[in-house]
């Protein structure tokens, strides 16, 4: 991932098989599936890679508990043989998780039991552990900060769990590795058009201001909350007869891992809203969400509400014999779901679908709109199939189901204290020990209680195209998720270094280090 490089790809004067618009889940598992399938493939990205709602997720790879009981077993089944593909194709990011769902109500745990069998056998053999009923005392045991006053037992099933960010810089080293084209911090500032027919792009490079032409026999546009803009500079069809992008926010809270200090995650199944939330251990903390409320203003940096943050803590302390606080929060960040409407409709963000959707304008613009980070493989492969009729291309069989991601065969060496910490990070740690091994230096801890590496943050910016100081310490590594005042600390550290690797003036480091501070204050806990 060399951006000078991509940067001279983009510049070559040729036609391009697919153009994708949008670096999230979405974009990048459709750019990786035209690769996959030998059509010359770019994706552009306006800021970076998983800016967005993609870096901001529950970190759940699952087929969707909650959504048997509104009856959508297609999705279901769906999810959870996706589900399966990337346990198998990423295992060095996705891996499997037991929850458990306790019980306080006579009779309740049967109930959870029978949905959850059902849940068993719409993964067929795609299943991990079957679920199962747990006594009190084996509730206790797996939640040992679990409230056991009037604790009845509970039912235990498994999911997946996954690092979100990193996942999208995998797919991203994958379309690389496969030959395709990856640029961030380039926007399409225009869709050129042919006729009555859009056959390319304008783009601006944000580092040089130089601006390009990108023809191309087919346009996705996959940047989710923001598809409306996209769709605003295509002409060719009224706002009346688009499809409609419903913004959902979802907010988490982080605390400490004393809050769940075991290897299992908690579901609270009964929430004053209807939906279910999860206390999950994440990166050596607890991650608590979600929220599911209805936006009108669309942000690049969404900000959870003081009502969403109660809330969180409300439940979760219903539960814990520990009741947390807004000062036991670390961090808080907030993403927004692009959810599929009806243009008018009023329903309730929680009860619309998580289903896509793929429409096409009469100029020939592709758009999807919907889905989660769990379908994203098969979302790319319906959206290329699709691509393929619009733009006539020959025909090629998606090659994605059983396509190993960047990464997952990395060995991790744990006898290294350099990279023995790094579990949770292995696309990153594959890396290590050579960049390491140039100054012994770089295998000092970057931030105090959090498990990175000085040598991390040269990875970053030489081999996964961090521009900025957010790049690194938001997605490249997780510190501002999991602790906001942490990374703020840190961040003098980071730019001396990335100024080195970019090298960058004194001035960009000093105004790096202001504009992160000012970003990673919104992630603290409200005063």
Request: with cysteine; charged share 20%; hydrophobic share 40%.
């Amino acid at each position: 991932m060399n951006r000078n490089l991509m940067i001279s790809m983009l510049a070559e004067k040729t036609t391009w098989d697919v153009v994708v618009i949008g670096g999230g889940a979405t974009g990048l598992g459709a750019a990786l599936d035209a690769i996959s399938r030998g059509y010359r493939t770019i994706l552009l990205e306006a800021a970076d890679f998983a800016k967005g709602t993609s870096s901001r997720s529950t970190k759940l790879i699952h087929g969707g508990v909650r959504y048997l009981r509104s009856g959508q077993i297609g999705m279901v089944r769906e999810s959870l043989r996706e589900r399966t593909r990337l346990l198998n194709n990423a295992p060095h990011i996705v891996h499997p998780l037991r929850f458990v769902i306790p019980s306080y109500r006579r009779g309740s745990r049967w109930y959870y039991l029978a949905g959850l069998k059902a849940y068993d056998f719409l993964a067929g053999r795609d299943g991990l552990r079957n679920s199962c009923l747990l006594s009190a005392e084996q509730v206790a045991q797996s939640l040992p900060t679990l409230s056991t006053q009037g604790l009845r037992g509970g039912v235990a099933y498994s999911d997946g769990q996954f690092n979100d960010a990193r996942l999208a810089i995998s797919l991203a080293q994958t379309i690389v590795q496969s030959g395709g084209v990856v640029l961030n911090y380039c926007p399409v500032t225009e869709l050129i058009l042919l006729g009555n027919r859009i056959n390319g792009v304008a783009c601006r490079d944000n580092e040089s201001g130089q601006v390009f032409q990108v023809r191309a026999k087919v346009v996705v546009n996959a940047t989710g909350v923001f598809a409306d803009s996209m769709m605003n500079l295509d002409l060719s069809e009224s706002i009346s007869n688009r499809p409609q992008v419903v913004p959902s926010q979802g907010s988490h809270i982080v605390l400490s891992r004393d809050f769940l200090p075991g290897n299992e995650g908690l579901m609270i199944p009964d929430t004053d809203d209807g939906r279910v939330l999860f206390a999950i251990p994440w990166e050596g903390h607890t991650l608590l969400g979600t929220t599911d409320h209805r936006v009108e203003h669309i942000s690049l940096e969404p900000k959870p509400g003081r009502h969403e943050i109660d809330y969180l803590l409300e439940h979760a302390g219903r539960y814990l014999v520990r009741k947390p606080g807004v000062s036991d929060i670390q961090s808080i960040f907030a993403g927004l779901r692009p959810l599929l409407g009806q243009p008018g409709g009023k329903k309730s963000t929680a009860n619309l679908s998580r289903e896509h959707d793929l429409h096409v304008s009469p100029a020939g613009l592709l758009t999807v709109i919907g889905g989660k980070w769990t379908t994203y493989r098969k979302m790319g492969e319906e959206v290329i199939n699709k691509a393929a009729t619009i733009g006539s291309l020959p025909h090629a069989t998606s090659r994605t189901a059983t396509l190993p991601l960047h990464g997952s065969s990395a060995v991790i060496n744990h006898s290294r204290p350099d990279t023995a910490t790094l579990s949770e990070n292995d696309v990153t740690a594959a890396g290590i020990p050579s960049l390491v091994d140039e100054a012994s230096s770089r295998s000092d801890l970057l931030i105090p209680g959090l498990p990175y590496v000085k040598a991390q943050v040269v990875q970053a910016v030489r081999q996964e195209m961090a521009r900025t100081i957010e790049d690194v310490l938001s997605r490249r590594l997780r510190a501002l998720l999991l602790n906001a005042q942490a990374a703020i600390d840190s961040a003098p550290v980071v730019a001396k270094i990335m100024q080195t690797e970019l090298q960058q003036t004194d001035s960009w480091r000093v105004q790096q280090i202001r504009d992160f501070t000012e970003l990673a204050t919104s992630y603290l806990p409200p005063v």
